[in-house]
């Protein structure tokens, strides 16, 4: 036990707040998870930030709340109501922009991995004909797997080498950057590059992925690149909405980003406000609500309206989003009253068929932490992925005698007659083959005797590992579309078997109608949105009949599927460490107070400071402070220091780089005046404290804060209790709270990470640990 | 000037506060409303509080935030893990209840509609066709007016005499409510009974009004009363929910309700979340969101279910709603870009013709309040719209000769033969004779010519008016059908001029189409929701393809509408004088601080307090406060007192009911015992001071509120700017808000109406006036 505690103290340094890490003593030493213990027995400091029981100290939080120091004041004094409603104006031109470009980017990627899916169909289909007519099937066979590896390389290796973080579909890297923790280089302008066409490779490269998960990201990163009005990439300043240059502004812009992202992929402009506010938003601002409704349905617009002319029906705006379910017409597909539990049933189906998956996917991703971590093993397992897709394909494809025939009314684009007779096409060929989005539309609206129950079952068996070994892999792309895929499969399945166990070809066991089911099960079953899920289905559906059986689905998926194991993003969230915020406090810590809760001693400053001390305060890397409560003391008197303010690191950077210093020995008492401006060019790339300059002279000088610090920081009283402290910082979507006593001193300070510390586990209470990497 | 000046320190005593009112200076004397000053100057109090330039100090704010006394976190902190689990499962069970409930009671509206309006229907059409037959036109009218007026006097005679709050649709009832204002009585079991009776005797006498509004108000009395387990009025405690029994607890129950009532409403779970969420909740919570998801599922279900039963479809669930708008076949009615111009343009009209519906309107309800505030005057009136909707009607009915063949497709389920040949049947008796609800439907998907130009534009033009009259009147009724009904016969008139424009017969000019568009237009301008009401559209009308153009419309008609004046409800809660917050604080507000805002000097009181101060200080009728700041004064020393907690009246009356006094005299030191319980079944009806006798002895008595108090009341220092002070009221639900100077002694406390009384006029910030009544 020493071993650990000793381990807890070193680990706790804490880095949001102005807190010299002293430890929190453990609440449950005895409940502490028993890999944990192992590793930091044997020493194996490498993996313990991966385990999912630490809180990494690594990632900063945002600043949600406005940091109100007198310039900002001033500002907001001196603007006028006219300036406020060009505010407010160029919010919506921002909101227009960041629709309009996330749908360009959309379309962008929907047509080349259209273009070059096509081009790749073709190639395929013909040497397979031409090989297999000469009996070289393992040629034909060879061909595909190497053509995709290739394909599929390219895209790992631009991922792998140039920006790991535009890996996997970007989901959880969104939810934590909305919560409010800032992920490193995860809404730059090179992220969106590479996730690009990394997704377009994936798809294109035929691994089990959808391009609609990355589409947020893009999303995210169009928003956050646009409201700054310059690209420090490119190194390009418009001098634009520079107001909006702070993590306030920036993020509302990001959550429209994202909710444009949802419905650029999905067609879906109100799912797509509903996911940004089910992810991101802690307080609901109606006009802000509409800004992400406005950008929601003008990157849709815009999306439609490109694809309308690249399909050649110019102005036809009724087909939306990237996927696309087809229409589901509701005479033919209505429901009844006795097929709820069916439904129910299929939501529990899928909620243990999204648990598996999920801890298949957890161990794999434990695995690749260890194993995997270097870029050219992750190219090379993203290759074999891909080898191992086409291979399985292939020989699900030669074994399947599922032939089906080409009637007139067939609805395939791509028929494939591999290794069946003439005027027959191969439906596991087709449900392989083709891109999954044209696979899953397949599946819903096809007659219902297209595809038999063996297909079905060995698709969705195939099918499920595969999605599952490519989620995590080091390539950019979606989990959306592989689940939808897998439900539809074995909804469809389960559609078949109830009709041949009733009278078959009655209305109500219609197959597509369970594929839909079935496709909303998995999916929920896998990521466990429950309201913004049903709109998005709902939405893409094009057909509201269906809202209340998808709604009883993915609430039953989502039970059953929280009963055994977190929602994917979750997990991942969880493995990286990342000091989430959830909605409320564990309902069982109403016995901590800000007392337990918060970090002390704090490393305060005074408002009149040497600037000496600032930096070595702020180049102290083993406290690595970013916020400091700013105190006073009367002169003369012995009374403690009463608080008068905050003050960021990044505040103290800009005023140290401009030298913002009072030089009292030359009795020149003024200092240079600093505008808003300064910190906004600042933003949000502060320069590290070691790139700062200060000689030994300038050291002895004084810094006057007053004009700088937040006058007026949140403060809570020692004996708060925790819930109420998190539901004060939540909802403001603080980043530092300064607990003070009830003589206004100065006693501790609360940051996300103290909050993030405690959650429910099986056992109560927990608390996790601190860890600096 | 002085007048003036005088009256405001007259009326603005704090109501909330602990303050005694000083009456801050008025920020714009000059600017004061023309009539306001006029009354003022003429001495007229009884129509002081209904200028929309006053805060009536009569509305008690709703504690959104919990009491964390001593008591409460105890409670908390013995509670275990499965204690919290059990709580979150009956929160789910309450919300099925109130699903099913609100379900049930739109169900019985809906039959009981059915039923009389058919029997009406018979016996004016068997009386009309009789007595034209025998040239007694007048009486065949009398007798429809007759008929008419008396059963709306019944609905006018319950509403005026027994409930009041009951009139109208609720809704700005139950927007205020949600926003933390306490309307009285507005969510009793009387209440509702008048309102549902209510609503029925309004839609069969035949008023242009809708039964769709009141479902919301309805939706959330149930929630009310469900939640917290037992009816006051029926004196029954079934002592089950008692955790539930404080405002946190029921406001967000009575989300659950709202939304459960607009999804029985229009069959739009999703639309009636967003509808809670939009008015309601300002913080968002996932959970929450669910619970409300849940209530409205089962609403809309329960509905259903019940109404298949009725209609003999057993089972068929895929009609929802108590209106429901008919399916678009997607494929007859497409879009095409080139009539997104047109659909704004129809946005347009929308928030012209809405603004002037409410234009109209607010001069009327200035004139009831002036002249019509009698009970018997009152249900007069109602019986006076009656009679001329009536003759209105038959007017129009006799004077159109737009006579339709009555062919074997016709959808109509009493066509009209008055006055028309044989084989006909009167297409405007069909528009003004129906269910508001089934003229809707029928505008929407008849056949292009079943509508002659002249029958839509009278019709308009006639129902515009009486619908404008008839909103306000003392009967339960709502505005969305009315407003979605004169929107489709203007908008069916805009397409049938648009197809006489072009080449007449072109798919794109469908009238059905631009009866949709010209009713979302209407409605919209109308109320002004945007995001909620999207969806409500979209669900009702079972197609999503026609996401994007209602979404564009609705944005126009609220962009166009606001210009001219604000949404309908908010006239309302402005002529009530509700202190209502709204999202922000005014945009130029950056300048008023804490210190400005709030009320001083406070009423504080000691934490071990004379039983005789304290019954004085809530006797003081000329104060009236409702929380007070609980201080602590060092022994033998001269600092001034320190904050150590918030007391609210109804805490204090509870303790004075059950004489916890500590009897210093007789050394009896041990307070009596209290419990959570005592305080919940007092819960919400508290018992007014002057009920409680407080004998000469124990007003000599001490009372120790150090258990009772809650020790960590929200403060913030008096440089804390409005904007600030807002956010974290608002975000947090508050009711009292402690300014503290930097020794943490108390200076002042904000509540509800010093934040709303700062509002953005057309000339700047503009400060409201207080109003006792």
Redesign the interface.
Known sequence: MANITKKVSWSSRADESGATGEGTPLLNGSEQPRHSRQDSLRGRPKEIPHNEKLLSLKFESLDYD?I?NQLF?EE??R???MG?RCLEISRWVVCGLIGFLTGLIACFIDIAVEELAGFKYQVVKENIEKFTEVGGLSISLILWAVLNSAIVMIGAIIVAFFEPIAAGSGIPQIKCYLNGVKIPRVVRLKTLVVKVCGVICSVVGGLAVGKEGPMIHSGAVVAAGVSQGRSTSLKRDFKIFEYFRRDTEKRDFVSAGAAAGVSAAFGA??GG?LFS??EG???????L??RI??AS?IS??TLN?FLSIYHNK?????S?GLINFG?FE?DSV?????EIPLFIAMGAIGGLLGALFNVLNYWLTIFRIRYVHRPCLQVMEAMLVAAVTATVSFTMIYFSNDCQPLGPEHTEEYPLQLFCADGEYNSMATAFFNTPERSVRSLFHNQPDTYNPLTLGLFTLTYFFLACWTYGLAVSAGVFIPSLLIGAAWGRLFGRLLAAITSSGSIWADPGKYALIGAAAQLGGIVRM??SL??IM??AT????Y??PI??VL?TAKIVGDYFVEGLYDIHIKLQSVPFLH??AP??S??LTAREVMSSPVTCLNRIEKVGTIVDTLSNTSTNHNGFPVVVQVTGSDEPA???GLILRSQLIVLLKHKVFVELARSRLTQRKLQLKDFRDAYPRFPPIQSIHVSQDERECMMDLTEFMN??P????Q???LP?VF??FR??GLRHLVV?D???RVVGLVTRKDLARYH?GKH?LEELQLAQT
């Open positions: 406005n109100e004041l907001e004094r603007m006028s109501y406020f402009p109100v406000v506010l089910e938003a802690s307080f609901w601002n109606q006009m609500t509409w409704f406005f349905m849709t617009f309206f110019t102005g036809d705006l009724s939306p229409r509701s209505a429901y009844n009253l006795y429950t309201l049903t709109v709902v939405e094009g057909n509201v009949t809202g209340l709604m009883l609430m909605w409320e309902a069982t109403h016995w009463k608080l008068c006058a007026t949140y403060t809570v009283p004996e708060t209790s109420r539901k004060l909802a403001l003070v009830d003589e206004n429910l109560g």
